[in-house]
């Protein structure tokens, strides 16, 4: 299947009322790229190592249509058929009708191009690889372990598929967790993860040998995403417990993960994240007990150093691989 797709250059003033009045030539569903601020509802929805860093917002924006498109290039809207030319040029005139009355539209130049169908949530595929964790060969469902050529083996083989939640390990801030879960790991250990996305580092901790993990997330994703990896590792999946919901300000949540109840607590999320949830995370604590935070770029492991100390653990090492850092800290025996 391909589909034509109109882009408009414009304003983000004028997204709305073109994306209305476009809706009359048959077109729906606008993809809006511009630079305008998230909000902190659409930061929380993000599951991602680091934000990307945003560009200034110049008040500039892009809207694209896709309409579906016919063998022999007409293009099929719900009502008839037209040509990309046609459509073209009713978008020009809804454009030029606009100023007439208003200066937001902005350039207002539309480009027309084609686009091929493209299955976007398994395309990623081609470019993850089985990958080594130091002694742990980690390998996506769809490839057969590679030995290397020196005949090195693996001590543990870990599979797993991100799906549609974050995590594949490959990145460095999860590593640096795995290195300091298996310093602290023992067969009584009860983890928590805190926003575990694909459950990596949870099953990672129960195939080294925890005794239990309970892992919290944010998005809905995260649900069949850890349930497939633990299937595709062979791990009990009542050794594992998911829960939705923010441990930092909701009480049902917080009651629900427990208190003073782990041995260890990781977080690899962004600093902005582990600030608010470092007092959250140390309730949940056993006296004794250790937490690992990652997802801490250059600059920032030492503002999470002190929200620990703030909280009343005592930090016991930074860890660093390229630019980025894991930060561990205990919580006093007594």
Known sequence: MKWMRFRIRTTTAAEDIIISELSDLGLEGAQIEDHVPLTAAEKEQMFVDICPEAQPDDGSAVL????????????????RVTTPDEMKAGILAVLDRLRTYSDIVGPGTV?????????WINNWKQYFHQFWIDDILAIPSWETPQIPADGRQPSLLFHIDPGTAFGTGMHETTQLCIRQIRRFLTP?????????GSGILGILALMLGAAHVVGTDLDPCALPAVKDNLKANGVDP???????????DDPVVQDRVGYEKYDIVVANILPNVLLPLTPAAVRCMKPGAVYITSGIIDGYQDSVADAMRKAG??????????????VTGRKPLH
Do not use: P, Y
Request: charged share 30%.
């Open 64 to 79: 694209s249509f896709f309409v579906e498109e016919n063998e022999d290039g007409t293009l099929k809207l719900e009502d």
């Open 111 to 119: 480009s027309v191009d084609e686009t091929a169908d493209v299955d």
């Open 188 to 196: 009584e250990t009860q983890l928590l993860d805190v926003g575990t």
């Open 238 to 248: 009542s050794r594992f417990t998911m829960l939705l919901g923010n441990l930092v």
């Open 313 to 326: 653990l005592a930090v016991t090492d930074i860890t660093d691989q390229g630019e980025w850092h894991a």
